[in-house]
């Protein structure tokens, strides 16, 4: 079974830079999309950036140029890099993983901006 862990979430402030991670375990990495996605208060969930098994990335336009997103084969993780973080940055930042039809989620991880 496929299993997501996240981590490095925080508080940060405006401005500032945080790095995500999401360990995969459970199945062949690799054949997996991987994407990021956020939960603000009160919100629905939004995709925030996504990388195909291929490499392909595309980001949410409201953290182009900011976000980047990366995918590590020998240590099965996914990565999102946040930079120049904004208070609407805040959320709750979910790992997901996608292959065949099937989707899986990581537990999340709290990503407060504040000064």
């Known amino acids: 079974q496929v299993q997501l862990v996240e981590s490095g979430g925080g508080l940060v402030q405006p401005g500032g830079s945080l790095r995500l991670s999401c360990a995969f375990s459970?199945?062949?990495?690799?054949?997996?999309?991987m994407g990021w996605y956020r939960q603000p208060p009160g919100k629905q969930r939004e995709l925030v950036a996504g990388?195909?098994?291929?490499?392909?990335?595309n980001y949410a336009d409201s953290v182009k140029g900011r976000f980047a997103i990366s995918r590590n084969g020998a240590k099965n993780t996914v990565y999102l890099q946040m930079n120049s973080l904004k208070p609407e940055d805040t959320a709750v930042y979910y790992c997901?993983?996608?292959?065949?039809?099937?989707?899986?989620w990581g537990q999340g991880t709290q990503v407060t901006v504040s000064s």
């Open positions: 459970g199945s062949i990495f690799m054949i997996f999309d």
């Open positions: 997901n993983a996608y292959y065949n039809g099937r989707n899986y």
């Open positions: 990388i195909t098994s291929g490499a392909n990335t």
